[in-house]
C-alpha cells in the first residue's frame, strides 16, 4: 500500500504536523479506497455503513466537474475560499489556477480520504499554498477560520461544499453552517456599528471626562453584591406579564434596567437599582430624561455613551471596561478593573459585569431579542412601534424563527447577536444559575425558561432584602479630572502631528513614505491614547480598508485624523458631530 509520494508525504508531514503523521500511520482504510474512473482519472469510492457507495469525484470526467464547480464559486467576488472536502484536490487546483491570489482555507473531514490523497498526490505544495485542516471538530474548525479571518482582515467569503461531502458529512456541516452563522453575524454587526458610530464614540469620550470627579470603579461594588440574585429587565413585549410581579421585587434582588427598560420601568413607577447606558447616540438622552423614580439610581455607564446622559442620573456612576477609552482611563486613574467586555447589546453588557461581579442567580426578563406581539417594545416604551404581519413577512431583513413557545416569531441579525453574545457569557460563566423569564422570547441556550411570576411567589419573595452599599457623591480627587483631560490632550496632538505627517508624505508622493510611515508608527506606538484607545477603533475599520499597503495606510490614518478632529473640537467644548 505504501508507496515513494505516501513516504514522502509521512515524511513532510513528520516536522510540520507529527499528530496528523501518526493518524496517517495509525489508521485503517475500512470505507475510502482508490479507483480508476472511466477515462483512467482517479476518484476515491466512499462505502457507507448502509452498504451504498458514493464516489467523491466524477467517475466520468472529473477535471471538467471540477472546473464547473470553480466558475460557480467565483462568480461573486471574495477574499477567501472556504472549500469544505479536499478528496484529490481537483477542484482545489482548478480555483488555484484561475485565482491564485485568493486565500484558501480547505478542510478535508475524512481522515481516510485524506490518506488516499496522500498515497498519489504530493501534499507539500498544497500546504505551503494554502490553510488546510484536517479533522472534523467543528468547534477548532471555526476556530482556525476565525483566526484567518482575523489576519486577512475580510468577511468577504465564499463558501463552497464538494457535492458528496454534503451527503457524507450533512450533520456535521449543519453544526458548521451554525457556527458559521454566528461568526460572520457577529462581524457584521461590529464592522457595522464601528463604521457608523465612532465619531460620536470619540466626542463622548471627551465630554464624559466632566463626570470622572464623581464615578467610581466597577469592582467597588464585588463585595456587595457576590452571590445577590439580579434580575436584567429589557423593553421587550413579553415584559408586560411581568410588570406587577416586579412592583413586588423591591430591594430582594438587584433590578438592573437597560436601555428602554428604564424606560418602561419608569413610567409604571418601579425603581431599578442600576440604569445600564452605553449607546452613544442623542437618542440615549431621551430614555433617561424627566426621570423620577429612577433619577437616584446607580448608573452603569461606558465613556462612549452621549454625553449628557451621565448629568441626568443623581445616583453613583460607576464606570465600565467596555470600550477601549474606558480602560485607557482605569488604567490612567490607577482602578482595578473588570476584564474589558463590548457586546452588541447594553443587555449583554450589563449580564456580563453583573456576572463578574458574582450575581447569582441572573434573570433575564423583557429581553424578547424579536418581534413577539409584532412590536419592538413593551407598553410604556417612548419609542415603541407595531408592525403587521404582512410587513415582517414581505420584508427580508426580518428572518423567521420560533421562539420559547414554539410559536412563528421574526427577529433579525442583530438580535441574533445579541442572543450569541449571551449563550456566550452564559458558556463562560458556569458557575452561575442564567433564568431566562422572557415568557415569548426567542431560546437562550444554557438559560433555564421560567415563569417568573410563578418564580417570584416560590423563591424571590422568601429572600431577605439586599443591603446596598452607600457611596459618597463628593469624591476628594484634587483635581483628577483637569489633569486627565491635559494629559489626553498632550497626547491627541501628538497623534495629529505623526498622522498628519503621513498622510502629507503620501499624498505628495514623496521617495521616503516607507521610511516616514515606520518612523512616524515608532512614535505612535510609545502614545498610550493611540496605542491603548486609537488601535483598538482600528481593529474592525481594517476590514473596510484598502489591502495594498499605501492606500491602507493612508485611509487608516485619514480616519484616526478625522476622529481626532472631533476629540479637538470636543475639548473646546463644540459638538460638530451630526446625528
Known amino acids: 500500500m505504501k508507496n515513494g509520494i505516501f513516504e514522502r508525504n509521512i515524511n513532510f508531514l513528520s516536522n510540520l504536523n507529527k499528530p496528523l503523521k501518526d493518524k496517517m500511520l495509525s489508521i485503517d482504510q475500512g470505507s475510502a479506497k482508490l479507483i ?46 472556504f472549500l469544505f472536502g479536499l478528496g484529490l484536490g481537483y477542484e482545489l487546483r482548478e480555483m488555484q489556477k484561475n485565482n491564485p491570489k485568493k486565500i484558501y482555507f480547505v478542510v478535508e473531514p475524512d481522515f481516510e480520504i485524506f490518506k488516499c490523497n496522500l498515497m498519489v498526490n504530493d501534499i507539500q505544495p498544497v500546504m505551503k499554498e494554502i490553510n488546510l485542516f484536517v479533522g472534523n471538530n467543528e468547534n477548532q474548525i471555526i476556530q482556525a477560520l476565525n483566526y484567518i479571518i482575523d489576519k486577512y482582515k475580510s468577511i468577504k467569503i465564499q463558501f463552497v461544499v464538494l457535492p458528496a461531502y454534503k451527503v ?14 454566528k461568526l460572520l453575524n457577529g462581524y ?29 470603579p466597577l469592582v467597588k461594588l464585588r463585595k456587595c453584591f ?12 413579553s415584559l408586560e406579564e411581568n410588570i406587577e410581579t416586579l412592583k413586588l421585587v423591591q430591594d430582594k434582588a438587584i433590578i438592573a434596567a437597560v436601555g428602554s427598560g428604564a424606560g418602561i420601568l419608569e413610567s409604571n413607577g418601579i425603581r431599578a437599582h442600576i440604569l445600564g447606558a452605553m449607546d452613544g447616540n442623542k437618542a440615549e438622552e431621551k430614555i433617561f430624561n424627566g426621570l423620577k ?37 482605569h488604567k490612567k486613574l490607577g482602578w482595578e478593573y473588570i476584564s474589558g467586555y463590548s457586546g452588541p447589546s447594553i443587555a449583554n453588557v450589563i449580564t456580563y459585569n453583573l456576572s ?87 431560546t437562550i441556550d444554557g438559560a433555564k425558561n421560567i415563569d417568573f411570576n410563578e418564580y417570584y411567589k416560590k423563591e424571590i419573595s422568601n429572600y431577605k432584602n439586599i443591603d446596598f452599599p452607600i457611596f459618597s457623591k463628593d469624591i476628594e480627587r484634587d483635581g483628577t479630572e483637569e489633569k486627565i483631560k491635559s494629559q489626553l490632550s498632550e497626547e ?16 505628495e508622493n514623496r521617495d521616503n513614505i516607507v521610511n516616514i510611515i515606520n518612523e512616524n508608527e515608532k512614535k505612535l506606538s510609545r502614545v498610550p491614547l493611540f496605542a491603548n484607545v486609537f488601535m483598538g477603533m482600528l481593529e474592525f475599520i481594517e476590514y473596510l480598508l484598502p489591502k495594498d499597503y499605501l492606500n491602507n495606510a493612508l485611509n487608516k490614518y485619514l480616519f484616526i485624523l478625522d476622529k481626532c478632529y472631533i476629540m479637538e473640537k470636543a475639548f473646546q467644548g463644540q459638538d460638530i458631530v451630526k446625528e
Open 356 to 442: 463578574e461581579l458574582g450575581c447569582n442567580p441572573i434573570i433575564i426578563l423583557g429581553q424578547d431579542m424579536c418581534y413577539s406581539k409584532n412590536r419592538l417594545y413593551a407598553e410604556g416604551s417612548k419609542n415603541n412601534k407595531e408592525f403587521t404581519p404582512e410587513q415582517l413577512e414581505n420584508d427580508p431583513a426580518y428572518i423567521k424563527t420560533v421562539n420559547n413557545k414554539g410559536d412563528e416569531v421574526y427577529t433579525t441579525p442583530a438580535f441574533m447577536s445579541f442572543k450569541y453574545e449571551s449563550e456566550e457569557i452564559i458558556k463562560n460563566h458556569h458557575d452561575i444559575v442564567y433564568l431566562n423569564g422572557t415568557s415569548h422570547g426567542i
Open 168 to 181: 457524507l458529512y450533512k450533520e456535521l456541516w449543519g453544526k458548521i453552517e451554525y457556527q458559521l452563522r
Open 293 to 329: 423614580y429612577n433619577a437616584d439610581s446607580m448608573l452603569f455607564y461606558s465613556s462612549q455613551v452621549y454625553y449628557n446622559v451621565p448629568k441626568l442620573i443623581n445616583g453613583t456612576k460607576f464606570l465600565m471596561n467596555q470600550v477601549e477609552m474606558d480602560e485607557y482611563l
Open 492 to 507: 491627541l496632538y501628538m497623534v495629529m502631528d505623526c498622522c498628519e505627517e503621513m498622510v502629507k508624505s503620501i499624498q
Open 226 to 237: 457576590k452571590d445577590k440574585p439580579a434580575i436584567i429587565v429589557g423593553a421587550g413585549p
Open 188 to 216: 457584521l454587526v461590529a464592522i457595522n456599528t464601528n463604521n457608523s458610530q465612532q465619531k460620536k464614540w470619540v466626542r463622548n469620550y471627551v465630554m464624559n471626562l466632566d463626570y470622572i470627579n464623581n464615578t467610581y
Open 36 to 81: 480508476r474512473g472511466e477515462t483512467g482519472k482517479r476518484t476515491i469510492c466512499v462505502k457507507r455503513e448502509n452498504g451504498n457507495e458514493i464516489f467523491i469525484h466524477s467517475r466520468i470526467n472529473p477535471r471538467e466537474s471540477a472546473k464547473f464547480i470553480s466558475d460557480y464559486t467565483f462568480r461573486e467576488p471574495c477574499d477567501i475560499v
